[in-house]
């Protein structure tokens, strides 16, 4: 039995290599649309009409008043890297214009049979010319493949039929025309909303009524308001941001917490390209998480310019995505001022009703439900407007407290206990904020602790009031009809550890107010914690406390970098993590920690060292469940205050955990979490009572 013959490399021919690289550019009738409309805008155009059948498939056509193209240049204007943007690859660095590769008309030939009529200023008279597969045709048999003069108004208007005509499986891939015409509108409305000096049109052929119509002198607010209705509009709030560093300037127009939607609608233009960015779309989203109802999301427009020379547009087929420098500088940049728009927007919500004429008679559905009232809800500073009949029949046995503000119901209740600020403590509890990284092995590490959650107890600690604390260790929270002890200490070293993953790269510092020695502290941890019999060939505990500070110091870049563990060039700590917001852990474990640190980390892989070093926070963050509940500890690290450790696991641990906790499965049945009453149950026994 022969070898198998060497299979041959041949040089595909000129059309094939066309027909590929047209299919990766021109994916869709959108894609398409969106290189013609840029092209328009190109030509300084202050009019885009866009008509379409059969979502596009069938006809796509675009008419604009821009500057036109010379019957020059109709000989080569399909082929190929043919532009009149750019004449060296040097000038993509300072580049301002949509086009640069030439390739969109070009591909467009490939795919469908395209014809371009086009006047320049002054001309007498417009060219017509058909393309096919790059090159001239006849417009008709016996015509000769050349440019013709026609009657035409100033601009271009160019006519593509048939799109995907000689690729049927691109053409049967795409959805319905309906789809494809659904997704086109979408383009030409982002562009219209960015472009207010630009009036656009879309419709659908042998159509009059228009899906897009903006007006040349609308403002961007108007052009919202046109294109996404009044009720987006008037709740519209200005976000701007510049970093001369950075060389960038943001503006934006994004709604308010009054306004929230299932579907997020985010509209990014970068340098005045129509753009996607998941990091960006991720961080403003994460900002309005604070604000919304779950799963509901804001509208966001929002035009970021950039120093064309920190812009590399050339990274994406289609030009959907562009790279930039210090992108996480600037995300971080939009991201607060985002934050900070967000906090004077959420003063107040405004809640819109109608109020009957007088005289009128009062509508019948109406007449079937009671009065309607309105209560202030206390520490909240806002009112709400509710309709009796809206609510279910709630019966005795299932009556609960829900309002966590109200003492009543709570063991301190019934003792005497000083005066804290519980205001400010649940403001601080409720600033957590999620800060996504991008490192695949932390994410990995994340959706590892999401995988073996509990679902039980997630609906626990999302909705649950605090009662009080039983001893050291165990506390008492109600969770609708039910009441529970949990395992604090246990659950806050869970808690710790998910906070290291989410935050991971993010964390704010908490910073010594004096620094601490490194090689003092492992001595210390040495002496008290580690293995006493040191070896002769080991050389005694200081010198493996200088080894081990060593390490550490070695390390330093990537401690501050991900875990906002400080060390300075002295060998001395300098900062920790804020984990939770002004938290402190038990100092009194640092030398611990930092032995672990040392020598149970595996610093040559990633994930594991990074998993190491979670663990390690994580024990030495937990709540200590050895001290006494009146134990004085110091709470803030900026103000000198001393509190009880039952008053931060009140303020402080428990309202965290209302903020995506996932504790594991394997703490249902392990004791964390006993069930101690119900109240179904008890009022059973209070009925033959």
Not at 257 to 274: D, E, S, V
Not at 363 to 384: A, C, H, L, M, Y
Not at 444 to 473: A, K, P, Q, R
């Amino acid at each position: 039995m022969g070898s198998p013959a060497t299979p041959v490399i041949r040089r595909l021919e000129k059309a094939t290599v066309n027909r590929i690289a047209a299919g990766e550019v021109i994916i869709r009738p959108a894609n398409a649309l969106k290189e013609l409309i840029e092209n328009s805008l190109d030509a300084k155009s202050t009019s885009i009409t866009v008509v379409l059948k059969q979502g596009g498939l069938k006809v796509l056509q675009i008419q604009d008043n821009g500057c036109g193209i010379r019957v020059e240049d109709f000989p080569i204007l399909c082929e190929r890297f043919t532009t009149s943007k750019i004449k060296t690859f040097e000038d993509l660095t300072g580049i301002k214009s949509f086009g640069f590769r030439g390739e969109a008309l070009a591909s467009i030939s490939h795919v469908a049979h395209l014809t371009i009529t086009s006047k320049t200023p002054g001309a007498s008279c417009a060219y017509r010319a058909s393309f096919e597969d790059g090159k001239l045709i006849a417009g008709a048999p016996g015509e000769p493949a050349e440019p013709r003069p026609v009657a035409g108004l100033k601009g271009t208007t160019i006519h593509a039929e048939d799109l995907f005509y000689n690729i049927p499986i691109r053409r049967e891939a795409l959805r319905s025309p309906q789809e494809e015409y659904r997704k086109c509108v979408d383009v030409v409305t982002r562009y219209a909303v960015h472009y207010a000096g630009v009036s656009f049109v879309c419709k659908k052929q042998s159509q009059s009524k228009t899906d897009v119509h903006t007006m040349k002198n609308a403002s961007r607010k108007q052009n919202i308001r046109a294109l996404y209705g009044k009720t987006i509009s008037r709740e519209l709030i200005e976000v701007n941001a510049e970093s001369k560093e950075f060389k960038f300037k943001m503006e934006s127009l994004a709604t308010n917490p009054n306004f929230n939607t299932k579907t997020y609608t985010f509209i990014l233009f970068i340098n005045n390209r129509l753009v996607e960015s998941v990091t960006i779309k991720k961080a403003v989203d994460s900002v309005y998480k604070e604000y919304l109802p779950s799963h509901s999301h804001p509208f966001v427009y929002l035009n970021l310019d950039i120093h064309p020379s920190h812009v590399d547009v050339n990274v994406h087929p289609t030009k959907k995505e562009v790279g930039f420098l210090h992108e996480e500088h600037i995300v971080e940049e939009i991201r607060t001022a985002f934050e900070n728009a967000l906090k004077g927007a959420n003063s107040s919500r405004i809640f819109l009703t109608q109020t009957l004429l007088p005289g009128a008679e009062e509508p019948i559905e109406n007449k079937k439900t009671s009065k309607k009232g309105v209560e202030d809800v206390q520490g909240q500073g806002e009112t709400k407007t509710e309709s009796r009949s809206s609510r279910k029949r709630v019966y005795e046995h299932k009556l609960v407290r829900t309002d966590s503000n109200n003492p009543i119901g709570r063991l301190d209740a019934y003792l005497r206990h000083p005066k804290q600020n519980v205001l400010a403590a649940r403001r601080r509890a409720s600033s957590f904020k999620k800060q996504r990284t991008r490192l695949t092995s932390v994410r990995e590490l994340y959706v590892d602790v999401e995988s073996v959650s509990s679902d039980l107890l997630c609906e626990m600690f999302g909705d649950h009031t605090f009662v009080g604390c039983v001893d050291n260790v165990y506390s008492l929270i109600q969770h609708k009809t039910k009441l529970s002890l949990i395992n604090v200490p246990l659950l806050s070293r869970h808690l710790m550890y998910e906070r290291v993953l989410l935050n991971f790269g993010y964390m704010e510092k908490l910073q010594l107010s004096k620094p601490a020695p490194l090689r003092e502290l492992l001595t210390l941890a040495l002496e008290t914690e580690g293995d006493n019999d040191w070896s002769k060939e080991e050389g005694g505990i200081e010198l493996v406390a200088n080894k081990l500070r060593d390490l550490l110091v070695s390390k330093s870049a990537l401690l501050k970098e991900y875990f906002s563990i400080v060390i300075s060039e002295k060998s001395e700590l300098i900062a920790l993590p804020e984990i939770i917001p002004n938290y402190v852990p038990p100092m009194a474990k640092l030398p611990g920690f930092l032995l672990r640190l040392s020598l149970d980390v595996n610093w040559s892989e990633e994930k594991p060292c990074f998993q190491g070093i979670a663990d390690e926070l994580a024990l030495f963050y937990q709540i200590e469940g050895g001290r006494y509940l009146d134990h004085s500890i110091t709470y803030s690290a900026h103000k000198k205050q001393h509190i009880s450790l039952k008053w931060v696991i009140q303020h402080t641990i428990l309202p965290a955990m209302s903020y995506d906790f996932h504790p594991p499965r394997s703490l249902e049945g392990a004791g964390c979490t006993i069930q101690v009453a119900c109240l179904e149950e008890l009022y059973k026994i209070f009925e033959r009572c």
